[in-house]
């Protein structure tokens, strides 16, 4: 006999954990499947080393999934975001601007989590909530779509048929493959590094990212470690330039590290393994086909710039949340579909340009360029309204969300 759910889901990453989380916690039946068992561990092989900054209005998306209260003692606050421009002959900053989360609104920019727990706190969540199925080790393999339900089969040939199949499969979506639903990418010829540092100053909690040649050096604050003021750090540098990084000797690594932070949290501490991700950006053609969504990566792609991918990802399951709830008896009517793509992909498209722009910025190599790039800078973030008004758009909230923000 054929399984039936209300909601399918293609890929257990962050993003389809959280949505499965979320829709769950909507009374909604819920299946996601991923052929990667989830790595819960920091020590773990295979352990997703990264962050994620989540922004103030990502924040009421986890409350609704009941995973904000889990979550919440492993934050860490982000209260000011520091630009720093240390694009002169020598790597000292020469050009600081800083947006201070007061100016707008009494919450935080954001909270910074580690990936590997965030894995951890949604499968104990998912746990919670019997309407919801995790199938790890069995993937989505083809599907079939009819005006009334779409029909999937797994890898193990298994068949479940839903009312609407969400992709939240990564950046080579099968589901939006399947669909014949195109992409367009952009290539930077980077890659990141993520670890994590400790220091002797403390971060106040002050996200800084400082431009130089190569793309951004971020470093986001955690919650101290063993007594140290503690960061994670995200690196981005062409391809060649991060292998070489990554295969030095930890002594040499910190004093490059140091120095490429321009020293402002004093002399930096390896306190993790070294992971390397490649960087792109990439839209989905469209977000939406019969009886399907394409969230998250699968449908859109950016460098970890202003921590804009997984949020946008949120921002895409609020959407969807908003929807099936007006048609709970069958949330893969196009009334959802089609309003989910009419709403979520010209917002996607105008992010993942500017994105798109702010690295190309921060790659600039050629001292002109760097100069240039420190007088727009200057120009730009100079005047307080346009600071507060990139604020807003940043977090991707109205002039009118400081209230709801507050709290
Ligand atoms: C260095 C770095 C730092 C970042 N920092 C931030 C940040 O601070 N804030 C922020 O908002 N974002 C950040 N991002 C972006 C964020 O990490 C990503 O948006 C997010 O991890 C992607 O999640 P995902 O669930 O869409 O994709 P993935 O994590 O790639 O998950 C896709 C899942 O689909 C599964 N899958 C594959 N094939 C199948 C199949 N056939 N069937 C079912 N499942 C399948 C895979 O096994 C995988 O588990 C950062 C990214 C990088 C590279």
């Known amino acids: ?86 694009g002169g002959p020598t790597p000292e900053a020469r050009l600081v601007t800083d947006f201070d989360a007061a100016d707008i609104s009494d919450a935080p920019f954001g909270w910074n989590l580690p990936n590997w727990l965030l894995r951890r706190e949604m499968l104990a969540r998912i746990a919670e909530l019997p309407q919801v199925g995790l199938r790890s080790g069995v993937g989505f393999a083809r599907l079939l779509t ?70 951004p050096f971020t470093l986001v604050p955690l919650p101290d470690r063993d007594g140290s003021p503690a960061s994670a750090v995200v690196w981005m540098e062409s391809g060649a330039e991060v292998a070489r990084l990554a ?26 393994r070294r992971s390397v991700w490649p960087i792109i950006s990439r839209i989905a053609d469209r977000m939406s086909g019969q009886r399907t969504v394409l969230m998250a990566e699968a449908a859109h792609v950016v460098p970890p710039i202003g921590a804009q ?34 709403r979520r992909h010209r917002e996607v498209q105008a992010r993942v340009t500017g994105i798109d722009l702010l690295n190309r910025a921060s790659m600039a190599g050629a001292q002109p360029l760097r100069d240039l790039r420190a007088r727009a800078l200057d120009l730009i973030y100079g005047a307080r309204p346009v600071r507060q008004a990139l604020m807003r758009a940043g977090l991707g909230v109205g002039p009118k969300a400081e209230a709801a923000a507050g709290g």
């Open 146 to 215: 009819r005006e009334a339900e779409a029909i999937v089969t797994l890898s193990d040939g298994s068949r479940i048929a839903a009312r609407l199949v969400i992709g939240a499969d990564g950046r080579d979506s099968p589901l939006r493959e399947a669909l014949g639903i195109g992409a367009r990418s952009f290539r930077y010829g980077q890659k990141a590094l993520a670890f994590a540092v400790t220091h002797p100053h403390p971060h106040r909690n002050v996200t800084t990212e400082v431009h130089r040649s190569g793309g």
């Open 1 to 86: 006999m054929r399984e039936t759910t209300d909601i399918l889901i293609s890929g257990g990453g962050v993003a389809g954990l959280a949505a499965a989380c979320a829709l769950g916690t909507a009374g909604f039946r819920v299946i996601c499947v991923d052929p990667a068992p989830p790595v819960t561990s920091a020590e773990a092989a295979g352990a997703d080393l990264r962050t994620t900054a989540f922004l103030q209005p990502s924040r009421s998306v986890l409350e609704g999934a009941g995973l904000w209260s889990r979550l919440a003692p492993h934050a860490a606050p982000l209260q000011v975001m520091r630009i720093i421009d240390a």
């Open 247 to 272: 295969a030095l000797p930890v002594p040499e690594f910190e004093a490059e590290m140091t120095a490429r932070s321009s020293g402002i949290l004093g002399p930096l501490t390896l306190a993790s």
């Open 309 to 342: 991918g997984l949020n946008m990802s949120l921002a895409d399951l609020a959407c969807l949340l908003e929807l099936v709830g007006k048609h709970r008896q069958d949330p893969g009517l196009p009334a959802v579909t089609e309003a989910y793509h009419r």
